[in-house]
């Protein structure tokens, strides 16, 4: 498959962790890439590879992967951090890269 | 400070062709693959194209595959999309793309250019 699924909407309170998902058979093969997008704004890397972080991106967030579901999590999430969230990878012929659908995640 | 810039976006009837570059500054362009995604008004990001650091690799999108073509000239630190036979579908914000690791790991983005294909 060369899909990416992502839940449409999470929410969670300030200060409080949450997880965002992303499912695909490429994920057994090959990481996943996190990125940020606040509304108007071009998408921002956020995690790559195994669990690395750009420059300038918090600790609260991190990556991680099992099998073939990769996952962002925000720990002691804060209000600048509501935004969408998108999960890419190579898909499984290797030469074609595909993006999850993104999740809108609301910070009560 | 590691830059991209879009330019070229537009209104254009369907069925006509369109040229969208992306200056890159900052940084040894030379070095680094490069993508295009774009995003439809509401909806999410799409993988459009992706050309190796020196352009021996190309590979497309179903999407665009046949209308659209990457390229980029090295020497003048410029990444172009080639849009032809435009339809209303490929109405979108096109954002260019530096890949951090030639694995599709997007680390620098632009500001993204809009295209509207309408009658």
């Known amino acids: 498959s060369s899909e990416l699924t992502q839940d449409p909407a999470v929410s969670v309170a300030l200060g409080q962790t949450v997880r965002i998902t992303c499912q695909g058979d490429?994920?057994?093969?090959?990481?996943a890439s996190w990125y940020q997008q606040k509304p108007g704004q071009a998408p921002v890397l956020v995690i790559y590879?195994?669990?690395n972080r750009p420059s300038g991106i918090p600790d609260r967030f991190s990556g991680s992967s099992s099998g073939n579901t990769a996952s962002l999590t925000i720990t002691g999430a804060q209000a600048e951090d509501e935004a969408d969230y998108y999960c890419n990878s190579r898909d499984s012929s290797g030469n074609h890269w595909v993006f999850g659908g993104g999740t809108k995640l609301t910070v009560l | 400070q590691v830059q991209l810039v879009e330019s070229g976006g537009g209104v254009v009837q369907p069925g006509r062709s369109l040229r969208l570059s992306c200056a890159a500054s900052g940084f040894t362009f030379s070095s680094y693959a490069m993508h295009w995604v774009r995003q439809a008004p509401g909806k999410g990001l799409e993988w459009v194209a992706f050309?190796?650091?020196?352009?021996?690799?190309?590979y497309y999108a179903d999407s665009v595959k046949g209308r659209f073509t990457i390229s980029r000239d090295n020497s003048k630190n410029t990444l172009s999309l080639q849009m032809n036979s435009l339809r209303a579908d490929d109405t979108a914000v096109y954002y260019c793309?530096?890949?951090?690791?030639?694995?599709?790991?997007?680390?620098?983005w632009g500001q993204g250019t809009t295209v509207t294909v309408s009658s």
């Open positions: 793309a530096r890949d951090l690791t030639s694995t599709g790991t997007m680390d620098v």
């Open positions: 490429s994920l057994r093969s090959y990481y």
């Open positions: 590879g195994e669990n």
């Open positions: 050309i190796a650091y020196d352009g021996s690799n190309k």
